[in-house]
């Protein structure tokens, strides 16, 4: 069922419209239809009349008193956020590229030929004789290899010249006192070999 003036869809037993406030006129049943006829039957059979159906009393509507409807209040407009003012981005000249060609050419340091020259093989053997005499040679060692020489082979090779006889002194040392114990182990044992035999 539905409202006869705006329409909206109303249960069966409403007496006013929930959307408009109008009131709704009961619509009466329809009357059923009568019977049909039955058609004549052959002539010996008398015809029948027919009845027509009993109709029902209409009752007549009840009015009901529309409960009071509230007004709508419209909602008051959401005011939109007020836009966020952002600093504009700043625009800055890049950089110009410096190229190999353009950079500052840096003066050179004048080169010590006598540090950074390589010794020759005269050079080597004269270093090598006398850094093989006993003690002065040990001493030319150290001198050398602390830093008088001015040629960085030169003091190189002092240092490599010094580490190789501090081994070798240490290994003859460790050698003796070996030897000594064994050579005075031997000793005892010999000359007590020899009381025993006498």
């Not at 110009?96 to 030929?113: I, T």
């Not at 006993?134 to 001198?143: A, D, N, S």
């Not at 020489?149 to 006192?177: D, K, P």
């Amino acid at each position: 069922m539905k409202c006869t003036s705006c329409g909206t869809e109303l249960q069966e037993n409403a007496r006013f419209c929930g959307t408009c406030g109008t009131k709704v006129e009961a619509i009466p049943a329809p009357a059923p239809e009568a019977a049909p006829v039955p058609e004549p039957t052959p002539s010996f059979i008398p015809p029948v009349e027919p009845v027509a159906a009993p109709v029902e009393p209409v009752a007549p509507p009840v009015e009901l008193i529309a409960p009071p409807v509230a007004p709508v209040v419209p909602a008051a407009p959401v005011a939109a956020p007020a836009p966020v003012a952002t600093a504009a981005p700043v625009y800055t000249q890049p950089a110009a590229p410096v190229y190999p060609q353009q950079m500052p050419v840096q003066p050179q340091q004048p080169v010590d030929d006598r540090r950074t020259r390589v010794m020759s093989t005269g050079g080597y053997m004269a270093a090598l004789f006398l850094m093989s005499i006993p003690v002065v040679g040990f001493i030319l060692q150290i001198v050398w290899a602390a830093g008088a020489a001015r040629n960085l082979n030169r003091r190189h090779l002092a240092r490599g010249y010094l580490f190789l006889s501090l081994i070798i002194f240490a290994v003859t040392v460790i050698l003796a006192v070996l030897f000594a114990a064994v050579f005075s182990t031997g000793i005892s044992n010999l000359i007590r070999y020899f009381d025993g035999m006498y």
